[in-house]
């Protein structure tokens, strides 16, 4: 089955500044690649996706690219704000009728004001 | 955009009773729905998937018997956790998947057991 690692587990940055998080995948299969933001006690909420037919995809201060060869994805963040605090999780999967997400092991970022 | 509806937001049972979690899609049919489990500072862990009409599928080590799960419409499923331990204690999040093949998660119940 697939396998997702994400990198880094905790990230801390100074407000205004950018956010990288990385992810890997296994499954060559995969071509859906979403990102998910966590408050605390609070379910994920999608923020971008990406599908395997483009490379890149950006709104406002949020970008994910993608690299099928590699079979890595990124997020970034850009102008960081404090409010951007939270866990992201990375996912994959084979879009087609009732596959699962695969989830990455969540990258905690700080935003420091 | 697509909201999803999970109640309750937190309950605290009984060790032995049963508590039945609502999954809610409001604005969307959801053709497939999601049950999770999360552990502190943990991802997401997936329990089942459940199809409208059709029985869930469980993932390997999840008690069927003692998660039950109901899909009975396109807009609601639940999960029923069965004779809770405290051990079952935990974040379950379910999300729902729309025609665009989109998840969107509910808010997570919080389930405590005592």
């Given amino acids: 089955g697939e396998n997702v690692e994400q990198h880094p587990s905790t990230l801390s940055v ?6 990288v998080i990385k992810c890997t995948y ?4 995969s071509n859906y690649f979403p990102w998910y933001k966590q408050e605390l ?3 994920p909420q999608l923020i971008i996706d990406i599908r395997s037919n483009v490379g890149e995809k950006k709104d406002q201060r949020i970008a994910v690219t ?6 890595h994805f990124s997020l970034h963040i850009t102008e960081t704000q404090p409010e951007d605090s939270a866990v992201y999780f990375c996912a994959a999967s084979i879009e087609t009728g009732a596959n699962n997400l695969f989830f990455g092991t969540g990258t905690r970022l700080t935003v420091i004001p | 955009g697509a909201v999803v509806s999970q109640h309750p937001s937190w309950v605290i049972c009984k060790s032995g009773t049963s508590v039945k979690i609502e999954c809610r899609s409001l604005d969307f049919q959801a053709t497939t729905m999601f049950w999770y489990r999360q552990f502190p500072k943990q ?3 997936l329990m089942a ?3 409208e009409g059709s029985k869930a599928t469980y ?3 999840v008690e069927k018997d003692k998660f039950l799960i109901n899909h009975a419409s396109l807009t609601l499923s639940t999960l029923t956790v069965t004779s809770a331990h405290p051990e079952d204690s935990s974040f379950y999040i379910c999300s729902a998947r729309g025609r665009q093949g989109v998840d969107t998660f509910g808010s997570g119940t919080r389930l405590t057991v005592v």
């Fill in chain 1, 66 to 71: 993608l690299n099928k060869t590699a079979k």
């Fill in chain 2, 49 to 51: 998937t459940s199809n």
């Fill in chain 1, 26 to 29: 296994s499954d060559s299969a």
């Fill in chain 2, 43 to 45: 991802s997401l862990m």
């Fill in chain 1, 14 to 19: 100074q407000e205004g500044d950018s956010a």
């Fill in chain 1, 41 to 43: 006690g609070k379910g």
């Fill in chain 2, 59 to 61: 993932e390997q080590g």
